[in-house]
C-alpha cells in the first residue's frame, strides 16, 4: 500500500468513527491532513457530525421512551368514571414508573423525557418557569378521594425534571399518572398497578 492509498484508507476511518477524545479525534486528523486548512476543515467536519448525531441518537432515545409511555394503556374504568362524574376532560397519560415494592412515595419525580409534555398549557409551561413553589393542581387519589397536590419544575444537568409532590405516602410497584381538565383547570389523577 502506498503511502498515500494508507493515508486515503486513514481518512476515510476517521470519518466512520463514532466518538472518541478531542484529543485523540486531533491526532488522528493531523496524520491524515495534508495542510494547516485541511486539519481544521477535517477537525471541523468531524466534531460537527459527532454532535449531530449524539442529539440524534439521544432525539431518538427520548422518542423510544415516549413512544413507549404513550402505548395505548387504559385508564381503569372506576378511574374514568370518577373523572366522567366531576366533568372531567382532556385524560393524558403523563408517565408511568416502577418503584422497589416497598418503597413509600410522598414524590412522584417525572424527567421531561420520559413525558408527555402536551399535558401543560403554555400559561402552566410558563407559571412553573417561575414559579419555585409550583402550581397547586387537584388530585385523585389511588383511593379516589381528592386531594390538593403541588407540581413543580427543577432544573437539572441531565435536563428538566417536573416533581409531582403528594400529600400522603402511597406504597406500590408500579403507578401511573394522569392528567386531565376540569374546565380548564388541571388536575390529575395517580393510578397504582398490582
Known amino acids: 500500500m502506498t503511502p498515500e492509498e494508507r493515508k486515503k484508507k486513514r481518512l ?3 470519518k466512520r468513527k463514532k466518538c472518541a477524545s478531542f484529543e485523540k479525534i486531533l491526532e488522528e486528523v493531523r496524520a491524515v491532513a495534508s495542510s494547516k486548512e485541511e486539519e481544521e476543515r477535517l477537525l471541523k467536519e468531524r466534531i460537527v457530525r459527532d454532535l449531530v448525531e449524539f442529539h440524534a441518537r439521544k432525539a431518538a432515545k427520548r422518542l423510544i421512551k415516549r413512544e413507549n409511555n404513550e402505548e395505548e394503556k387504559e385508564m381503569p374504568r372506576e378511574f374514568k368514571k370518577r373523572i366522567s362524574e366531576m366533568e372531567g376532560t382532556d385524560v393524558v397519560l403523563v408517565i408511568q414508573k416502577q418503584y422497589p415494592r416497598k418503597t413509600g412515595l410522598s414524590c412522584l419525580s417525572i424527567p421531561e423525557t420520559e413525558t408527555r409534555l402536551d399535558f401543560l398549557n403554555g ?50 410497584t408500579t403507578v401511573q399518572l394522569w392528567s386531565f381538565r376540569i374546565k380548564e383547570t388541571l388536575c390529575f389523577a395517580l393510578v397504582k398497578l398490582n
Do not use: H, R
Open 12 to 14: 476515510e476511518d476517521l
Open 123 to 172: 400559561m402552566e409551561k410558563k407559571e412553573l418557569q417561575v414559579c419555585d413553589e409550583g402550581i397547586e393542581v387537584l388530585l385523585i387519589e389511588p383511593c379516589l378521594e381528592e386531594s390538593k397536590a403541588w407540581l413543580k419544575k427543577q432544573n437539572t444537568e441531565s435536563g428538566d425534571l417536573y416533581v409531582f409532590a403528594l400529600n400522603g405516602v402511597v406504597i406500590g
